[in-house]
């Protein structure tokens, strides 16, 4: 089993900046690859970012490429979103989710470990 516990989120303006962080513990971290997706209201969960259980292959959503990176730390076990130049539509809840097969890419289904996720409001 695999517990992920997302931090990080909060209140920010447009244009601001926040970094959310996700926790995992249980089976190996170093095996898997990470990835965030988000769901605003009303709305399907959408990619937002992958990364490799090495950190040397990143895929991102084309709405936030140049603007978010991915990165991660295998010790202490945790998974970083670093999130710039923020949008009012970049507002949803955040989720961490991980993949033991360490495949990068960007489809839902393939996760099989989520966080409870992290609200991130953008205000206009």
């Known amino acids: 089993q695999v517990q992920l516990v997302e931090s990080g989120g909060g209140l920010v303006q447009a244009g601001g900046s926040l970094r959310l962080s996700c926790a995992a513990s249980g089976r190996a971290f170093s095996n898997y690859a990470m990835a965030w997706f988000r769901q605003a209201p009303g709305k399907e969960r959408d990619f937002v970012a992958v990364?490799?259980?090495?950190?040397?292959?990143?895929l991102y959503a084309d709405s936030v490429k140049g603007r978010f990176t991915i990165s991660r730390d295998n010790a202490p076990n945790t998974v970083y979103l670093q999130m710039n130049s923020l949008k009012p539509e970049d507002t949803a809840v955040y989720y961490c989710a991980a993949d033991l097969g360490n495949r990068v890419v960007r489809t839902l289904y393939t996760y099989a470990y989520w966080g409870q996720g992290t609200q991130v409001t953008v205000s206009s």
């Open positions: 990364i490799s259980w090495s950190g040397t292959r990143t």
